[in-house]
């Protein structure tokens, strides 16, 4: 760090400098020591050091003119450079003349990958993914598998899946890269792809196995300089901390990622680390702290002059821990800024979020328009970003800001919307306590506070249970309130707990507010006295809805004790591995007492010790059984206090805490399994009646359509003819979430070339000749599901700019129509065409193409999975047998192996017609003989003429020579291509232009003839 401070402030490179220090070594300027430079710069960007290495560069740049492949380099390095400075268009424009071929024929493969990976990642982050998947999967084919660029560009690639939400085809990359990168040992490659799939496990709801992740990627650093990958990282343990709601554990990782954040460039990085360091401090009610790191994160950005989103999501924190402080005009002060700030940058999520805390400040301040106004904005932009978290929480403050008006009409209804919303999911028990807490407030507006009692118990678990220790405080204080009205003698207690956690918070307001209701509960009487079987009945349901995890379960079930039961105290253990006993949840006893009660329990060995313990307490113990979880046990004491009030047993309740600990557990058994059945099931399984595998090939081809069934992602499906490609998109739209809308398979070359306009986009009345009447066309009748193009390549190209259009807006405009409309549909294109060489001979647009090749899934041929031959022939056999009233037939081995060597060039479905001509023909109870098939089929496999050849003019009056034995045409073409090419390529030592020429081809055409064959430009 010392030498920090001798860095210039500015990150405008000083040209005059850098050509006095380009001058003044001019003389030692040598390959060597360029690369010994651009080395030093490497290390540089590893530490986050952005703005110097871009100062370096420059310098580099202009000594490196005369050195191709330094200058290459050097190139690339200040392209990663302006990517980690948030400039991705020039982060592109550093490196896109390397996009062309002959930029890159002069240097070696291993330099050309990686360049074609950095220009991917650019397109990636100018948000054109298409290409830039289209790019690295060329990369990635050309690279030798197992290499350090193969595990690079398979990092990529699940680094661009990540960013268009494909988690699953992310991890898939991901472990892919592993695998490359353990037999290079590179660390910073195992450190960036193990980072990466954290990420992917935290989107995916995996927060254990994230921070696993995330701890292995730090392992890997080790000792190396790389402050910004380890900032990055321990900022996303906090995130995966978060979600477990382990914010101790979360502070710690911030406070780590600071220390890395302000050792680099990236201040940006830092203030928003400070920011959640504050989060997490107000969460634990360490509030001083709390203000200290978010005034912290306002200084750096107000110094670094950030114009992005980050001052009003400091402004919107700051202005939080204000209100909850009371410190009410000051908050409402700052919100409006941040509100302002958020308005000014058009970010709608921030918008948001500033109405939403905005509209509970009004409420703290008793501004109840005000509030309303706030929350019905914020409820419009939530609706708008579509986001569920937000929804939910715009709509309770709607709630309460309703209460506050007196509308409980309303605020009921809205309180039912957020309750479809809201999952029984540990990630939305925030949520869960605050629309408890609002029920309350409900019930005691409706002058019923023994129901507000329960709903306000349940929250005092849920934020009990999260550590919120100022939800918490407020959930006892309305608990207090209800109390009051229902049952005095418990009150005092609960508005104690909240005074005591406001005054240690330095919550004043709420200080005051709990301290006068404590004051007025002496003359206070019971409102009236409950029916015992409605209680029960209210606690069983309180119970039966506390199954989102085990431990708000069991916390429920020790408040629901305390409450209800004139108990003195409650305690609940759970066994753990080394014979000790954890404590779940304690009332009445400090934590000390807990403990300590936990050590004695554990030492009890026999039921003669059970029942001596239980008389020494005077406490009753009881044994909750699970079948498919841990016991628990639950004392109560005194002994004579285990029971309801009126009298009524605990054992129903107690009932339904163990069923409900067998539903916590079943669903945490399927969650973590899920990942090793998905693995272990797809080979066996059939997506649709049909659809049968069993080889690689098709097994392969599952699972990938597996990985994208919860996405909308646009899929192309090349094959031949006859393999299955709608079968293929069927099972795709029946995987997806739109399987309860329609399929609408539409074949381009089903209507003439003059009237696929209309069928794909529909017309007016009178839009032209022939047209009697409206027509929707079969996008908008698709409207909602899936869209199926077969034979895409036959589209006219008059039509795919419309086609195109809609690929990237979601909006056609019919013919006739003056106004375009938008029409949410998903695309599933399918083609047996060569796309690329369409592309290359101008007959099919490329920037349709590579719209529509985000994800590319390929059929295989029959003759590919021979394998699964006799399957597909029983299973059709059966299928024919039933449709036309056949019993008992059966094919004979010797006919089996006649279709298992066939070359089937109709493939699945010439089989499928094969086997249904057998079975119509046969009688009941048959054997299907070879005689009984097809002559032609007899006789496919017989050579009819002497294996002969296929000769074409190549240069120098030379031929190309492709045997016809064994081999499609499609096989034969295909090596005659590949031949011709790699002789002119030969011919022109790898000069991409002059062998095009030579070819008959455009530069384009034979760059995509090279990635659909596999080659390289020095093959």
Same mark, same amino acid.
């Given at each position: 760090?010392?030498?920090?401070?001798?860095?210039?402030?500015?990150?405008?490179?000083?040209?005059?400098?850098?050509?006095?220090?380009?001058?003044?070594?001019?003389?030692?300027?040598?390959?060597?020591?360029?690369?010994?430079?651009?080395?030093?710069?490497?290390?540089?960007?590893?530490?986050?050091?952005?703005?110097?290495?871009?100062?370096?560069?420059?310098?580099?740049?202009?000594?490196?003119?005369?050195?191709?492949?330094?200058?290459?380099?050097?190139?690339?390095?200040?392209?990663?450079?302006?990517?980690?400075?948030?400039?991705?268009?020039?982060?592109?424009?550093?490196?896109?003349?390397?996009?062309?071929?002959?930029?890159?024929?002069?240097?070696?493969?291993?330099?050309?990958?990686?360049?074609?990976?950095?220009?991917?990642?650019?397109?990636?982050?100018?948000?054109?993914?298409?290409?830039?998947?289209?790019?690295?999967?060329?990369?990635?084919?050309?690279?030798?598998?197992?290499?350090?660029?193969?595990?690079?560009?398979?990092?990529?690639?699940?680094?661009?899946?990540?960013?268009?939400?494909?988690?699953?085809?992310?991890?898939?990359?991901?472990?892919?890269?592993?695998?490359?990168?353990?037999?290079?040992?590179?660390?910073?490659?195992?450190?960036?792809?193990?980072?990466?799939?954290?990420?992917?496990?935290?989107?995916?709801?995996?927060?254990?196995?994230?921070?696993?992740?995330?701890?292995?990627?730090?392992?890997?650093?080790?000792?190396?300089?790389?402050?910004?990958?380890?900032?990055?990282?321990?900022?996303?343990?906090?995130?995966?901390?978060?979600?477990?709601?382990?914010?101790?554990?979360?502070?710690?990782?911030?406070?780590?990622?600071?220390?890395?954040?302000?050792?680099?460039?990236?201040?940006?990085?830092?203030?928003?680390?400070?920011?959640?360091?504050?989060?997490?401090?107000?969460?634990?009610?360490?509030?001083?702290?709390?203000?200290?790191?978010?005034?912290?994160?306002?200084?750096?950005?107000?110094?670094?002059?950030?114009?992005? @989103?980050?001052?009003?999501?400091? $402004?919107?924190?700051? !202005? +939080?821990?204000?209100? #909850?402080? %009371?410190? /009410? &005009?000051? *908050?409402?002060?700052?919100?409006?800024?941040?509100?302002?700030?958020?308005?000014?940058?058009?970010?709608?999520?921030?918008?948001?979020?500033?109405?939403?805390?905005?509209?509970?400040?009004?409420?703290?301040?008793?501004?109840?328009?005000?509030?309303?106004?706030?929350?019905?904005?914020?409820?419009?932009?939530?609706?708008?970003?579509?986001?569920?978290?937000?929804?939910?929480?715009?709509?309770?403050?709607?709630?309460?800001?309703?209460?506050?008006?007196?509308?409980?009409?309303?605020?009921?209804?809205?309180?039912?919307?957020?309750?479809?919303?809201? @999952?029984?999911?540990?990630?939305? $028990?925030?949520?869960? !306590? +605050?629309?408890?807490? #609002?029920? %309350?407030? /409900? &019930?005691? *507006?409706?002058?019923?506070?023994?129901?507000?009692?329960?709903?306000?118990?349940?929250?005092?678990?849920?934020?009990?249970?999260?550590?919120?220790?100022?939800?918490?405080?407020?959930?006892?204080?309305?608990?207090?309130?209800?109390?009051?009205?229902?049952?005095?003698?418990?009150?005092?207690?609960?508005?104690?707990?909240?005074?005591?956690?406001?005054?240690?918070?330095?919550?004043?307001?709420?200080?005051?507010?709990?301290?006068?209701?404590?004051?007025?509960?002496?003359?206070?009487?019971?409102?009236?006295?409950?029916?015992?079987?409605?209680?029960?009945?209210?606690?069983?349901?309180? $119970?039966?809805?506390?199954?989102?995890?085990?431990? #708000?379960?069991?916390?429920?079930?020790? *408040?629901?004790?305390?409450?209800?039961?004139?108990?003195?105290?409650?305690?609940?253990?759970?066994?753990?591995?080394?014979?000790?006993?954890?404590?779940?949840?304690?009332?009445?006893?400090?934590?000390?007492?807990?403990?300590?009660?936990?050590?004695?329990?554990?030492?009890?060995?026999?039921?003669?010790?059970?029942?001596?313990?239980?008389?020494?307490?005077?406490?009753?113990?009881?044994?909750?059984?699970?079948?498919?979880?841990?016991?628990?046990?639950?004392?109560?004491?005194?002994?004579?206090?285990?029971?309801?009030?009126?009298?009524?047993?605990?054992?129903?309740?107690?009932?339904?805490?163990?069923?409900?600990?067998?539903?916590?557990? #079943?669903?945490?058994?399927?969650?973590?399994?899920?990942?090793?059945?998905?693995?272990?099931?797809?080979?066996?399984?059939?997506?649709?009646?049909?659809?049968?595998?069993?080889?690689?090939?098709?097994?392969?081809?599952?699972?990938?359509?597996?990985?994208?069934?919860?996405?909308?992602?646009?899929?192309?499906?090349?094959?031949?003819?006859?393999?299955?490609?709608?079968?293929?998109?069927?099972?795709?739209?029946?995987?997806?979430?739109?399987?309860?809308?329609?399929?609408?398979?539409?074949?381009?070359?089903?209507?003439?070339?003059?009237?696929?306009?209309?069928?794909?986009?529909?017309?007016?009345?009178?839009?032209?000749?022939?047209?009697?009447?409206?027509?929707?066309?079969?996008?908008?009748?698709?409207?909602?599901?899936?869209?199926?193009?077969?034979?895409?390549?036959?589209?006219?190209?008059?039509?795919?700019?419309?086609?195109?259009?809609?690929?990237?807006?979601?909006?056609?405009?019919?013919?006739?129509?003056?106004?375009?409309?938008?029409?949410?549909?998903?695309?599933?294109?399918?083609?047996?065409?060569?796309?690329?060489?369409?592309?290359?001979?101008?007959?099919?647009?490329?920037?349709?193409?590579?719209?529509?090749?985000?994800?590319?899934?390929?059929?295989?041929?029959?003759?590919?999975?021979?394998?699964?031959?006799?399957?597909?022939?029983?299973?059709?056999?059966?299928?024919?047998?039933?449709?036309?009233?056949?019993?008992?037939?059966?094919?004979?081995?010797?006919?089996?192996?006649?279709?298992?060597?066939?070359?089937?060039?109709?493939?699945?479905?010439?089989?499928?017609?094969?086997?249904?001509?057998?079975?119509?023909?046969?009688?009941?109870?048959?054997?299907?003989?070879?005689?009984?098939?097809?002559?032609?089929?007899?006789?496919?496999?017989?050579?009819?003429?002497?294996?002969?050849?296929?000769?074409?003019?190549?240069?120098?009056?030379?031929?190309?020579?492709?045997?016809?034995?064994?081999?499609?045409?499609?096989?034969?073409?295909?090596?005659?291509?590949?031949?011709?090419?790699?002789?002119?390529?030969?011919?022109?030592?790898?000069?991409?232009?002059?062998?095009?020429?030579?070819?008959?081809?455009?530069?384009?055409?034979?760059?995509?003839?090279?990635?659909?064959?596999?080659?390289?430009?020095?093959?």
């Amino acid at each position: 760090m010392s030498n920090e401070k001798h860095r210039p402030a500015s990150t405008v490179v000083d040209l005059e400098h850098a050509r006095a220090r380009l001058g003044s070594t001019s003389s030692k300027t040598t390959p060597e020591s360029l690369a010994i430079e651009l080395n030093a710069i490497r290390e540089l960007l590893d530490q986050g050091l952005s703005s110097e290495a871009r100062q370096r560069l420059s310098v580099l740049l202009s000594a490196a003119r005369s050195h191709g492949a330094l200058l290459a380099q050097a190139r690339c390095a200040l392209s990663i450079a302006l990517e980690m400075q948030g400039q991705f268009r020039e982060s592109l424009d550093a490196v896109s003349m390397y996009e062309d071929a002959e930029m890159r024929a002069k240097l070696d493969s291993e330099l050309s990958a990686k360049l074609q990976i950095q220009i991917a990642l650019a397109y990636n982050y100018n948000r054109d993914h298409p290409k830039a998947i289209a790019l690295l999967k060329s990369t990635q084919r050309e690279a030798p598998e197992g290499s350090a660029i193969a595990g690079a560009a398979y990092t990529a690639l699940a680094r661009v899946y990540r960013t268009i939400n494909e988690y699953p085809i992310a991890r898939d990359y991901s472990h892919r890269a592993l695998k490359c990168y353990r037999q290079t040992g590179e660390w910073r490659g195992l450190a960036e792809t193990y980072f990466g799939l954290g990420i992917a496990d935290i989107q995916e709801g995996k927060y254990e196995a994230a921070i696993d992740n995330f701890g292995q990627a730090i392992k890997l650093v080790g000792d190396h300089p790389a402050s910004y990958l380890l900032g990055r990282t321990y900022s996303n343990m906090a995130g995966a901390y978060w979600f477990l709601k382990r914010p101790h554990d979360g502070v710690r990782s911030l406070e780590k990622a600071i220390g890395y954040y302000e050792r680099t460039d990236h201040k940006t990085s830092a203030a928003e680390a400070y920011n959640n360091l504050g989060l997490n401090l107000v969460l634990l009610g360490h509030w001083d702290r709390a203000q200290d790191a978010l005034e912290r994160a306002l200084s750096i950005v107000t110094e670094i002059d950030d114009g992005g @989103t980050t001052m009003p999501m400091i $402004l919107d924190s700051l !202005g +939080e821990l204000l209100t #909850l402080r %009371g410190e /009410l &005009e000051e *908050a409402r002060s700052i919100l409006e800024r941040a509100a302002a700030l958020a308005r000014k940058k058009g970010n709608n999520w921030y918008r948001c979020q500033t109405h939403r805390t905005l509209g509970r400040c009004y409420v703290a301040m008793k501004r109840r328009d005000e509030a309303l106004a706030q929350a019905k904005s914020a409820i419009t932009l939530a609706d708008l970003i579509g986001d569920r978290q937000a929804i939910c929480e715009s709509r309770l403050l709607l709630v309460e800001a309703s209460l506050m008006a007196g509308q409980l009409d309303e605020a009921n209804e809205h309180l039912q919307k957020v309750a479809t919303l809201i @999952t029984d999911s540990e990630t939305d $028990l925030l949520l869960a !306590g +605050e629309a408890q807490r #609002l029920h %309350g407030l /409900l &019930e005691m *507006a409706s002058g019923h506070a023994g129901l507000a009692a329960q709903h306000f118990g349940r929250s005092v678990s849920i934020f009990d249970l999260l550590g919120d220790r100022y939800r918490g405080a407020r959930a006892h204080y309305e608990l207090g309130r209800a109390y009051a009205l229902a049952k005095p003698d418990r009150a005092a207690e609960h508005f104690a707990r909240a005074a005591n956690t406001f005054r240690e918070l330095g919550a004043r307001l709420d200080l005051a507010q709990t301290e006068e209701a404590s004051a007025a509960l002496d003359g206070s009487t019971a409102e009236q006295s409950r029916q015992s079987e409605t209680v029960a009945q209210l606690l069983t349901l309180r $119970l039966a809805e506390a199954v989102a995890s085990r431990e #708000l379960l069991l916390h429920e079930l020790a *408040a629901v004790i305390r409450q209800e039961t004139n108990c003195d105290s409650v305690v609940i253990f759970e066994p753990q591995a080394d014979a000790k006993q954890r404590v779940v949840i304690a009332h009445g006893l400090d934590q000390h007492q807990s403990s300590a009660l936990a050590t004695r329990f554990a030492a009890v060995q026999s039921s003669a010790q059970l029942e001596s313990f239980g008389r020494k307490l005077d406490a009753a113990i009881i044994t909750l059984k699970s079948s498919n979880a841990p016991h628990a046990t639950l004392i109560i004491s005194p002994r004579t206090a285990a029971q309801l009030s009126g009298g009524l047993s605990l054992d129903p309740l107690l009932r339904i805490v163990e069923l409900g600990m067998d539903v916590c557990a #079943l669903r945490e058994r399927n969650r973590s399994s899920q990942g090793r059945d998905e693995e272990t099931d797809l080979a066996g399984s059939g997506l649709m009646p049909g659809f049968i595998h069993s080889s690689a090939a098709m097994t392969r081809l599952v699972e990938e359509v597996h990985k994208i069934r919860s996405s909308d992602v646009t899929v192309l499906v090349t094959g031949e003819s006859g393999t299955g490609k709608e079968l293929v998109a069927r099972a795709i739209h029946a995987l997806s979430s739109r399987r309860e809308k329609v399929f609408v398979p539409f074949n381009c070359t089903a209507v003439p070339k003059e009237l696929s306009e209309g069928y794909l986009f529909g017309y007016r009345r009178g839009a032209f000749t022939g047209a009697v009447k409206d027509s929707d066309g079969v996008i908008r009748a698709a409207a909602g599901g899936t869209l199926f193009l077969d034979e895409i390549g036959d589209l006219p190209i008059d039509v795919q700019p419309k086609l195109l259009r809609f690929l990237q807006e979601g909006e056609i405009q019919p013919l006739g129509e003056q106004r375009p409309s938008k029409v949410d549909v998903r695309i599933i294109a399918a083609t047996n065409t060569d796309l690329e060489e369409m592309v290359a001979q101008g007959r099919f647009r490329e920037d349709l193409y590579y719209r529509l090749n985000v994800i590319r899934l390929r059929v295989p041929p029959l003759r590919e999975r021979r394998s699964e031959i006799p399957t597909i022939v029983n299973y059709y056999a059966n299928h024919y047998s039933a449709k036309f009233g056949r019993r008992e037939i059966k094919i004979a081995p010797q006919a089996i192996d006649l279709l298992m060597v066939a070359d089937w060039p109709g493939n699945v479905r010439q089989l499928c017609n094969e086997v249904q001509r057998v079975i119509a023909r046969a009688e009941d109870g048959s054997i299907i003989t070879p005689e009984q098939l097809s002559p032609e089929l007899r006789q496919m496999r017989a050579p009819v003429t002497p294996a002969g050849t296929v000769t074409s003019i190549g240069g120098a009056g030379q031929s190309v020579t492709v045997p016809l034995q064994n081999v499609t045409l499609a096989e034969a073409l295909a090596e005659v291509e590949r031949r011709m090419i790699a002789e002119a390529l030969s011919k022109h030592k790898g000069n991409i232009s002059r062998a095009a020429r030579e070819l008959g081809l455009t530069r384009r055409g034979l760059y995509l003839k090279l990635d659909r064959l596999e080659m390289t430009a020095s093959a």
